[in-house]
Each structure stands twice: as C-alpha cells, then as structure tokens.
C-alpha cells in the first residue's frame, strides 16, 4: 500500500517552494508514495501548489500575534477550528506522515497529527525559530534544521542538522569561469512579495548605478511596488528587466555576479547552493531571525549585512564596491558555495521515512485515492 505524505504549511514563496523541492526528493526515491500539501486561503501556496501538479487542501488558520486580547482569542478559535478540518482530513485520505514546512499555515496539520498519533516531522530553515515551530517541536519525533544554532530551541536529541530543500539550482561559477563578458549582472529580489525598503533604497540610488559600465539589472519587485518602481528607472533612464516575481528565479540566480535580497532561510540556501556573492537586507522582524540568517553567513565571510533603514546611497555604494572588486565577489561567492547543501532534501526524507512503520498503518475508511503527485 502506497504511503500517504502530507507537507503542510505555506504563506509565502519561501515556505512552499522548498516544500515543493521536497516532494521532488520523495517522488524520486520512493515513487508510490502519494503526497498531499495542506496549506491556507491566500497563500503561495494557492497558486505554486496546484501549478506542480499537487492536490493542496486548506484548513483555516492564522498567526496567534498582536496585543489585543480579542484578536488573539479570534486566531486561536481560528487555528482550533483549522486543527479540527485537519483531524477529518488526515482520516479521510488515510495520512502516514505529517511533515511541517513552515508557517503558521503549518500548525492545525501538525497538531491534528499529534492527536492522531500519525508520526510527525518538521523542517525548521532559520538560525533562530518561529514561534508555530518552537510550538510543535515539543510534539514532532525529529526536527530538521538548517543551522547548528536553531537546535538550542527543541528537546535535546530532537535536531537534525540535515540542510534546507532547494529548487533545481544551477552554479553560478560556470558564468565567471567562462569569462562572460556581456556585462556585470545585478540581481534584485525581495522575496516574493517584494521589500518595499529595498525597492525605494535601490530606485533612490539608480543614479549612481547609472554610471556602472555594462551593468545589467533584473529587479523582482513583488506586486504593490511594481508600477512604482518601473516608473523610477523611467524617470531615472535606467534600463532594467523589471517584474512582480519571476517562476525562474533559479537560472536568474545562476547568472547574477552579484545579488541583493533578504535574509530568508530560503533565500539564503539558494544563494549558497548557486554560490553567489550577495548584499543582504534583513527584514526587521520582531524575532530578529532574519538577521540572525544574515550574520552567520556574513561572519564565515560570504556576504555583506546592511540595515534595513541604511539610507539609498549607502546600499547602492555597498553594491557599487563589490561590482567594481571580482576578487571580493570570488571570495563570497566561494565561501557561500562551501556552505551549500544541495542533497537536503534527499536527506531530509530518509530521517521523516526512517519516522513511519515497514507497513503503514490507515487510518478507519482512509483511503490514497486522489491525494495526487506530479503531473
């Protein structure tokens, strides 16, 4: 009997892309196994999902934060509720594994396992933990981590540090190795929303990347900013690839000498497994865990951190310095690709199967049929 995996979780592009990364790894070593995503209304996972090939269900669900008393019993209600949909749902398609990808969205899927005694796992991307992770790591059997510092937050024993999955990522040092001289390429990305900071900071200074010869900028500039944005580099008669997301980022990493983005978990993993050099903007988040991101790979050397307020002309004279020094983006872009783990996901899967019986058990009139797979 075909395994039933569930990978739940989501909201944005950096929680679903390397869950879908993640399902790759599973349908290439165990090709029966049967995988559903379980996720929320107005995620990215809404639209990545399905665009796979994947069956994705939601349940509802929201993050427990604010000051108001009111607010917060509201997305507890919200999340018991979502825990109760999740509890039929894993019944329903007869769930053997319950893996966490991130987010709140992740919560009601995880829990619900837990009480129904299905083995749970969860992948945990950041140096410093959130709080739907810190949550359920006291519940999940193992914890698969992507920096050594992320395990101080679970149960002794409970971490593994076994890499963050990532998209099929070329390495960029073909591009440098072959002496590409169709100019110096900058690649501006804010996640997949976009980073309004690192939107104004970049336009603010276009006059000054005016004067670097040959460069050529592609800027992801998420939704809300892009007709702002575009009519910046008008104004300023910047040439520019500018759009609100690119699906084939993967290959724009792969031929960037140079990026600036944020300090996802994600993001971070993808610039390593390219091995890039980069200028990172972490979002000031109250959990400080993009900075956290950000640091550790600045002190082993391959990046630079700047703040999230440093004024436009600041960010664009960091950017200016490194695109007129290769060796200095060598050095980077060497010390990140060291870092990369590209079988993490492979790795992954062997410590969440080792998690579930030689013969899955179903659950009472469960049943595999139509939890989809890639197409």
């Known amino acids: 009997m075909a395994l039933v995996v569930v990978l739940a979780g989501g909201g944005s592009a950096g929680h679903v892309v390397p869950a879908l990364a993640l399902a790759e790894a599973i349908q290439k070593a165990d090709p029966e196994t049967q995988i559903r995503f379980v996720g929320t209304q107005d995620g990215q996972e809404e639209r990545l999902v399905p665009a796979a090939g994947y069956t994705l269900d939601v349940v509802p669900s929201r993050p427990v934060l604010g000051r108001s008393p009111l607010a917060m019993l509201q997305a507890l209600l919200t999340v018991a509720r979502g825990v109760g949909v999740a509890h039929r749902l894993l019944g329903e398609i007869g769930a053997d594994l319950v893996i966490g990808v991130g987010g709140f969205a992740s919560v009601p899927a995880v829990m619900a396992a837990v009480l129904r005694r299905i083995p749970t796992a969860l992948i945990e991307a950041n140096a410093k933990p959130g709080r739907a992770n810190r949550l359920l790591g006291r519940f999940a059997r193992v914890v698969c981590v992507q920096f050594e510092d992320a395990r101080a937050y679970f149960p002794a024993g409970r971490a593994e540090r ?10 960029s040092n073909g591009r440098r190795e072959a002496g590409a001289n169709d100019g110096l390429r900058l690649l501006i990305m804010g996640g997949s929303q976009g980073a309004r900071a690192i939107n104004r900071a970049v336009t603010g200074g276009l006059a000054r990347l005016r004067t670097v010869s040959g460069l050529r900028i592609t800027h992801q500039t998420g939704v809300l900013d892009l007709d702002e944005v575009r009519a910046a580099y008008d104004d300023a008669g910047v040439e520019a690839e500018i759009g609100a ?3 084939d980022m993967p290959s724009r990493l792969a031929t960037a000498d140079l990026v600036i983005g944020r300090a996802g978990a994600s993001t971070i993993a993808e610039l390593c497994t390219t091995g890039v050099a980069s200028v990172l903007v972490p979002l000031p988040l109250a959990d400080g ?9 600045m002190r082993a050397g391959g990046c630079v951190v700047v703040s999230n307020d440093l004024a436009a002309s600041k960010l664009v004279e960091e950017v200016v310095a490194l695109l007129a020094d290769p060796k200095a983006r060598q050095r980077m872009a060497d010390v990140a690709g060291t870092r990369a783990q590209p079988d993490a996901a492979a790795r992954i899967w062997r410590a969440c199967r080792a998690l579930v019986p030689a013969a899955p058990r179903k659950a009472a009139g469960g049943t595999a049929a139509g939890s989809g797979g890639a197409s």
């Open 162 to 171: 076994l890499g963050f999955p990532v998209r099929d990522i070329p390495r």
């Open 289 to 297: 865990h993009q900075l956290a991101n950000a640091l550790e790979l």
């Open 245 to 247: 997301f690119y699906d």
